[in-house]
């Protein structure tokens, strides 16, 4: 004989007879219920997890993962720090760089972000380099005072390469009619495109030396230190570390600080979202209770026959357990193999709806990113599946528990 007992007698039961269709229904779309939740939440999840790299990609590629600047005054032995600093293990690179707060004229006009580069390290901090489209940053070159525009900076100044840009810094100089903010004319050599709005329509590049012109700083004295690290999640920690061993008073900000509202808002989305989602996977838990307190009462002689048999509350109560889960198990497996096959598959999926239907899901002229990132992680197909496996057993125990407690006297007067 089948053992064991209860198993045994689940998986009977899990195959309905002729009457009993409507059961059969119930059972079927309660699968199909979970098998969809748990598709729909590792496909929506795996596509906002793309978005957050996407977005974290295109925006650090400007930024960078820490800044140490000085308070007190300029930093001057910048060349011995950046090659102290880049003996740690825990930073990959580091650049010099001055940065001021500037209004540009030309054609139009703009206030932007003026950041002064050594171009050569600039390179290895940021993705400047490989997001020009026009030019080329090495272009920058000390005392001829080019210039290098993000993209929507460069379309409100109405400016292309070879044309003048006017830069004015909020800093005043004495001349013999009083006081006047400084200036200097930059020609454009070339123009970046990150992909991010905030970077392409409010950053201007020069070479440091010619920002230090412009600002009347002293010669090799800069704002401080740009760091780009082996782990995002320690920037903080690692810049405010190489501070303390530095001579003098400095500020540290990370990422975090400079972004951080942008990333805490993508993951508080991503979970008002599967607390949403989740929702479908508990719809289908709710109609595994309603099917097995169905096939309770259809089976109330069976019990009552078991219990007079000799069958425990126990293996009554497991029966009803078993039945209920491998509804869950099931349903769990093709959500996973389907959300698992979608998010795989997103980026051939749309295009594919999007030609069928004749739309355009993200227009290039309204979005930066065109394409539906996927980023599929296995923790969180981990965590979903284990998710679903406990709502649909928790769905169990009370028809199991009422099953149980069957009174055969009762369940057999009227057979």
Do not use: C
């Amino acid at each position: 004989m089948y053992k064991p007992l209860s198993a045994f007698i689940g998986l009977r039961y899990l195959g309905a007879k002729k009457q009993n269709h409507f059961i059969s229904f119930i059972s079927l779309t309660s699968m199909l219920g979970i098998a969809l939740g748990v598709t729909t939440l590792i496909t929506v999840i795996s596509v906002m997890n793309g978005f957050e790299k996407e977005l974290r990609a295109r925006i650090l590629g400007a930024i960078s993962h820490a800044t140490i600047q000085p308070l007190e005054r300029p930093l001057d032995e910048w060349r011995e720090v950046i090659n102290d600093v880049n003996t740690r293990d825990d930073v990959v690179a580091s650049a010099p760089y001055i940065e001021v707060g500037a209004w540009l004229q030309s054609n139009g006009s703009s206030a932007a972000l003026v950041r002064g580069v050594v171009p050569e390290f600039e390179a290895t901090v940021s993705d400047v380099d490989t997001s020009m489209v026009s030019g080329e940053l090495a272009d920058l070159r000390s005392g001829e005072f080019g210039i290098v525009l993000g993209i929507g900076l460069a379309v409100r100044l109405r400016v292309g390469p070879g044309d003048k840009v006017t830069v004015i810094a909020p800093r005043l100089k004495a001349s013999p009619f009083g006081a006047s903010p400084l200036m200097k004319r930059f020609t454009v050599v070339g123009m970046f495109e990150f992909g991010e709005h905030e970077n392409d329509s409010g950053l201007a590049m020069v070479h440091i030396e010619d920002a230090a012109r412009l600002l009347r700083m002293p010669a090799e004295s800069v704002s401080g230190i740009r760091l780009k690290l082996e782990d995002l999640d320690t920037a903080w920690l690692v810049a405010r570390d190489i501070s303390d061993q530095l001579e003098g008073a400095y500020r540290v900000r990370d990422w975090s600080q400079e972004r951080g509202n942008l990333f805490q808002a993508v993951r508080t989305e991503k979970t008002v979202m599967w607390v949403i989602l989740s929702l479908i996977i508990a719809v289908a838990a709710f109609n595994i209770i309603s099917m097995l307190v169905m096939v309770v009462t259809d089976k109330q002689a069976d019990i009552a026959i078991l219990k007079t048999m000799g069958a425990h509350a126990g293996t009554i109560m497991r029966v009803f357990v078993v039945q209920g889960s491998l509804i869950g198990i099931i349903g769990t497996a093709l959500g996973v193999v389907g959300g698992i096959l979608l998010a795989q598959n997103i980026a051939t999926v749309v295009p594919f709806l999007e030609r069928i239907f004749g739309f355009a899901l993200f227009p290039s002229d309204i979005y930066y990113i065109t394409e539906l990132p996927s980023d599929l992680r296995q923790a969180d197909v981990v965590g979903f599946a284990i998710m679903s496996l406990v709502m649909s057993l928790l769905s169990t125990l009370y028809p199991a528990w009422r099953a149980s407690r069957t009174d055969p006297a009762e369940a057999l007067r009227y057979e």
